[in-house]
């Protein structure tokens, strides 16, 4: 089995940074792709940014030029670098893991969610 375990969200004021981590722990897998996902009170959940093990990102226009994801293959984490913050930002966020996990009969693709990380930016 594999998991996902988030860290570093927080109350920061607007303006202010913090970085997100997501470690993925377990066996027999290897990272096709990472992403982080918001969801604020009352709306739906929406994808803030993205990125292959290739290192190619996609981020939702809401936060391009502030926020940077990237991927440490060899600790099987992603980091969200959250900058510049506004009070619009305040959300749980979730870590998402596209994964191969190599299984005796092959290998299969499987999605993962983190229990996600409290960020709240006071205005």
């Known amino acids: 089995q594999v998991q996902l375990v988030e860290s570093g969200g927080g109350l920061v004021q607007a303006g202010g940074s913090l970085r997100l981590s997501c470690a993925a722990s377990?066996?027999?897998?290897?990272?096709?792709?990472m992403g982080w996902y918001r969801q604020a009170p009352g709306k739906q959940r929406e994808l803030v940014a993205a990125?292959?093990?290739?290192?190619?990102?996609n981020y939702a226009d809401s936060v391009k030029g502030r926020f940077t994801i990237s991927i440490d293959i060899a600790k099987n984490t992603a980091y969200l670098q959250m900058n510049s913050l506004k009070a619009e930002d305040t959300a749980v966020y979730y870590c998402?893991?596209?994964?191969?996990?190599?299984?005796?009969?092959?290998?299969?693709?499987?999605?993962?969610w983190g229990k996600g990380t409290l960020v709240t930016v006071s205005s």
């Open positions: 998402n893991a596209d994964l191969t996990r190599w299984m005796p009969e092959g290998p299969n693709v499987v999605d993962y």
């Open positions: 377990g066996s027999a897998f290897s990272i096709r792709a």
């Open positions: 990125s292959t093990s290739a290192g190619r990102t």
